[in-house]
C-alpha cells in the first residue's frame, strides 16, 4: 500500500505565500505523476497542478503565474510553492500520486488533505 502525507497548509493574508509538501510512503515501484488538488464546499474537487515523471507540468488558469509545482530528483516529495495567494485560492488541498505499486499494477492514491485558507 502507498500513503500520501501532506503539510505546510495554514491561514495567510492575501498577498502572501505558502509552502505545501506532499512525502508518498509504502510500496512504490514508480511514480508515473504528483500532482495537487483543491476542493471548497459545495464543488468537485479540483486539478491544481500536476507534474509527471517525464518533467512536464499543468496548471489549472486560475493558478497560471503564482502557483509552482516542483519536486525532488524521485519524484518525491512534491511541493507546491503558492505566491499571491488570494482568498479564492481556500480550501481544502489534496496531493495525489499515480504510482506503480508494481511493475503491472498502478493507481491513485490520495493524501488527506491540508487546510489553506487565505483571508485577512
Known amino acids: 500500500q502507498v500513503q500520501l502525507v501532506e503539510s505546510g497548509g495554514g491561514l495567510v493574508q492575501p498577498g502572501g505565500s505558502l509552502r505545501l509538501s506532499c512525502v508518498a510512503s509504502?510500496?512504490?515501484?514508480?511514480?508515473?505523476?504528483m500532482g495537487w488538488y483543491r476542493q471548497v464546499p459545495g464543488k468537485q474537487r479540483e486539478l491544481v497542478a500536476q507534474r509527471t515523471a517525464g518533467g512536464s507540468s499543468e496548471y489549472a488558469d486560475s493558478v497560471k503565474g503564482r502557483f509552482i509545482i516542483s519536486r525532488d530528483n524521485a519524484m518525491n516529495p512534491v511541493y507546491l510553492q503558492m505566491n499571491s495567494l488570494k482568498p479564492e485560492d481556500t480550501g481544502v488541498y489534496y496531493c495525489?500520486?499515480?504510482?506503480?505499486?508494481?511493475?503491472?499494477?498502478?493507481?491513485?492514491?490520495w493524501g488527506q488533505g491540508t487546510q489553506v485558507t487565505v483571508s485577512s
Open positions: 509504502g510500496s512504490i515501484f514508480r511514480i508515473v505523476a
Open positions: 495525489s500520486g499515480k504510482i506503480y505499486s508494481s511493475m503491472t499494477t498502478w493507481d491513485e492514491f
